[in-house]
């Protein structure tokens, strides 16, 4: 499988995406310490190394054929876009984004990350209450653990996931990150509401 890696700066720090040519793979920050974990699930699934000492990157032979040419633009378009609404998202002006996905993962994992996209933007749920929304109510700590591999941050908002008594639990970014995510939205929150 081909892919295409860019590094994006954000006011959270630095980024790194990945997008195959049927959408994004990864988002996460740089200095994540699963980072090396999530780049070597996506390697072995790609079957394909991944060099972030050389970003942006091409996980496509030198020599490209016409279809690899084709791949290359799909995946830039990716990156592109998400470059462009994380931009947005940021200055709030986007609380959802617009961008295809190709998530690497197990069926449940992908059931846990693809629940996080029906919290809304601005509020919160415990990882019971996730449990409970993907129709596994004694599943919590499976949840936390499938959230604690996903790879496309933000845009699956696993930072939107506390524990059941408030408090803000496990982040891969860091909990300053999921804590300034939060603040970020909340106080984009009700200007979106009134425009």
């Known amino acids: 499988m081909n892919y295409t890696v860019k590094r994006l700066e954000t006011e959270l720090g630095m980024m790194i995406a990945a997008a195959t040519e049927k959408g994004i793979c990864l988002l996460e920050f740089a200095d994540c310490p699963r980072l090396s974990r999530k780049l070597q699930s996506l390697e072995v699934a790609f079957n394909t190394p991944i060099d972030l000492d050389n970003s942006p990157i091409s996980g496509v032979p030198e020599k490209q054929s016409d279809s690899a040419t084709t791949h290359n633009a799909s995946c830039n378009l990716h990156l592109n876009s998400l470059e462009k609404q994380l931009a947005e998202y940021f200055k709030g002006k986007r609380r959802d984004f617009d961008i295809p996905l190709d998530l690497v993962g197990t069926e449940f994992q992908k059931k846990v990350w693809l629940s996080l996209l029906q919290v809304p933007y601005?509020?919160?749920?415990?990882?019971?209450?996730?449990?409970?929304?993907?129709g596994r109510p004694a599943a919590v700590r499976a949840v936390a653990n499938a959230n604690g591999q996903n790879r496309v941050a933000i845009i699956l908002p696993c930072h939107r996931v506390i524990g059941s008594d408030g408090t803000l639990t496990g982040y891969g970014g860091g909990l300053w990150r999921k804590e300034k995510l939060l603040e970020l939205e909340k106080r984009h929150l009700c200007p979106l509401m009134d425009g």
Do not use: R
Not at 125 to 130: K, M, N, V
């Open 122 to 134: 601005g509020h919160t749920i415990s990882y019971a209450e996730q449990a409970k929304l993907i």
